[in-house]
């Protein structure tokens, strides 16, 4: 078969095999990975139908956020699996859990216990865990020294994933809240399996124009933020006909798939290189050095059995002799670190805390007397500042740290001190507060997010990235059941006692209890702010410690396996030649 008629063949299975495309892979399963923040979409659809009260679903809520922070599973699994079971896993348990919940709400099965329905979220959160890992450890380590630029992009994305099934819902079944659970049960997970197979780690290799081609995709996702913003603001002061939700739909659609054609791009690119480079050989015989192995591996390849004997340590000396800042840490010599700690401390502070505001930003703006439609715009203003906190952090520090060698732990400060300011607007409210603090809050939340992601990798290595950055992520949702329910909730009960004592009356005689004025989140924002700043301190410990391994090259490592890559590469020229 000749050369020419073979090429098209030959760049189809460069562009299937590529790394870009298994990045367009990846944002389209994250696109699909957020959609516990549709939970306040049909949780009225699940009260009404079941004929649940508000404690009982608040009881499902929390289950819903446990399943969806508790990832360790899905990190235990990538250790010893393939990605593709990771990511299989992971689909079938959104379907079963999503499906099951449909079903008990179109009474297409008897109604369940509530611990069953506990049970059924449960299941369908935790599959963003398989979805989260499969995709962003793969990219992680197929981008090693653009890791910043990846996790930003892909943990924006998610941030926009509940925007963009709202669209879908809206224009495949209407204003039908129980339909968008049947969306959310089979849409994610056919996505994961038609990728299954594109998520799998590779060769990494130097690309010239790597950081303009992030920029690219930076540009196409806030294109689709922005539009999905104007969207939100024209649904809620035009009436849209189902024409109308096809037809954004459609452009979203475009937007989505737009990535896949600068993969393309691309590989179209590499591929080009490569077959000039195949041309140029012209079947010569070209020697090419074996590169040489890593030093440690080298030492262990050549000792004896004698000295092997001696290399083995006990678990206690192999923890207490971590490796140097970026080397792969073991899982116990990561968690059992104190920069793990310090990590661990920040995120129940930071992220505990701006759980509990989001959740609690509604009834907020009921305690200030501000009309339903401001409510709604709180928690979209929220929601958007998410998705740019998210970039921000992944493509600014990443930026921060290459020019000016300013360490990641601190943006992480400034975005908890950016939280502490928010929450004193709450608690000190003056008009127009509540917006200024849901887009402070709102942004603080993505970036320490996604910070925590990039911090973890970067000071522990990539070989057990999986299982860390999950333990990582525990915090959150043991901060926010501490400050959430035993601290706001209960500062909130007991104002509102008071003031229906104050009327002469007692809960009793109340079937919603309800708390009105400034009083009623004064202090526990108060203690949330201070909560926040103790956080700050503990990132900025952080710091300290870690302040000369962000001044060196801590991409440094990776071009030598940059190098080692092309030799190989260039010694399989001769061979592809003869075959051409």
């Known amino acids: 078969m000749s050369s020419s008629s073979c090429a098209p063949c030959s760049f189809v299975m460069q562009v299937l095999r590529g790394r870009w495309f298994m990045m367009f892979a990846s944002i389209l399963i994250m696109a699909a990975a957020g959609l516990t923040y549709l939970f306040g979409v049909y949780s009225k659809e699940i ?77 369908g959160a935790n599959s963003q865990n398989f979805a989260n890992t499969g995709s962003l450890v793969t990219c992680v380590k197929n ?42 049960a089979w849409l994610p997970a056919l996505i994961s399996i038609l990728f299954i197979f594109s998520i799998k780690p590779m060769k990494i290799s130097r690309h010239p124009r790597e950081g303009n081609v992030f920029f690219q995709y930076l540009y196409v996702s806030l294109a689709l933020a922005f539009l999905l913003m104007g969207l939100n603001i024209a649904e809620k002061k035009v009436s ?46 070209v020697i090419v050095e074996e590169p040489p192995l890593p030093v440690s591996k080298s030492a262990i390849l050549e000792c004896s059995e004698g000295d092997s004997e001696k290399l083995k340590v006990t678990w206690w000396e192999s923890v207490c002799n971590k490796p140097k800042r970026g080397e792969d840490y073991s899982i116990s010599q990561a968690l059992l670190s104190f920069d793990m700690i310090l990590l661990f401390i920040a995120t129940f502070c930071g992220l505990g805390s701006s759980l509990t505001t989001l959740d609690n930003l509604g009834q907020i703006g009921e305690s200030l007397n501000y009309p339903p439609l401001t409510i709604s715009t709180f928690v979209s203003l929220a929601s958007i500042w998410n998705y740019f906190g998210r970039i921000f952090s992944g493509f600014v520090s990443e930026k921060l740290l290459t020019k000016w060698k300013i ?45 925590l992601f990039i911090i973890i990798s970067e000071l522990f290595g990539l070989k057990h990235y999986a299982v860390l950055f999950n333990c990582g992520q525990l915090a959150s949702p043991l901060g ?90 260039m010694a399989k020229l001769p061979a592809e030649t003869g075959k051409q």
């Open 47 to 123: 009260k009404s139908t079941l004929g649940y009260d508000q404690t009982t679903l608040n009881l499902i809520g929390f289950s819903k956020d446990l399943g969806a922070n508790i990832g360790v599973l899905s990190g235990v699994l990538d250790e010893f699996a393939p990605t593709w079971i990771v990511l299989l896993v992971g689909s079938l348990m959104n379907f079963a859990g999503y499906f099951m919940i449909w079903l008990a709400v179109t009474k297409r099965i008897a109604k369940p216990s509530v611990w069953q329905m506990c049970v059924y979220i449960c299941i």
């Open 240 to 285: 849209f006909s189902h024409a109308a939700y096809l037809g954004s739909s459609a452009v979203v659609c475009v937007l989505l798939f737009f990535p896949l054609f600068i993969a393309m791009r691309e590989e179209f690119l590499t591929w080009k290189l490569r077959q000039e480079q195949i041309n140029s050989h012209d079947g010569t015989k």
């Open 480 to 569: 926010s059941y501490i400050l959430n329910v035993q601290l706001v909730g209960r500062l909130y009960d007991n104002e509102a006692t008071r003031q229906l004592a104050l009327k002469g009356m007692t809960r009793a005689m109340v079937n919603d209890l309800t708390c009105t004025g400034k009083e009623c989140y004064r202090l526990s924002f108060l203690v949330l702010a201070a909560v926040n700043a103790f956080g700050a301190v503990a990132t900025f410990v952080l710091v300290r410690r870690t302040q000369n391994y962000y001044k060196s090259d801590i991409y440094d490592k990776y071009k030598a396996e940059f190098e080692a890559n092309e030799r190989l590469e």
């Open 143 to 184: 981008f090693p020294a653009s890791r910043g630029h990846m996790l930003g992009l892909m943990k924006g994305y998610v941030g926009l994933s509940g925007a963009i099934f709202t669209q879908f819902y809206l224009a495949i079944y209407g204003d039908d809240a129980k339909s968008l659970i049947l969306l959310i």
């Open 407 to 451: 360490p990641r732990t601190l943006v992480m400060t400034f975005f908890l001190v950016t939280a502490a300011a928010g929450d004193l607007m709450i608690a000190l409210p003056f008009p127009g507060s509540v917006y200024v603090a849901s887009l402070l809050i709102g942004a603080s939340f993505g970036a320490q997010l996604t910070l």
